[in-house]
């Protein structure tokens, strides 16, 4: 499952959350820290683990 980053607007906590493809579309988002909605996505880097040798 993919992990997603956010910022919460009105505390700037930045937390990550790990949920499904369509689980983050529907999901209501909150802050750990102080509960107010609709936190900012934070765009990350990201990498991917393959059994081949490149």
Known sequence: MPSYDFKCVECSKKF????????????????????????EPIFSTFFAKTSRKS
Not at 28 to 34: A, D, H, S
């Open 16 to 39: 990550s959350l790990t949920m499904g493809i369509k689980e983050r579309g529907t999901k209501r988002l909150k802050c750990p820290k102080c509960g107010a909605g609709k936190p």
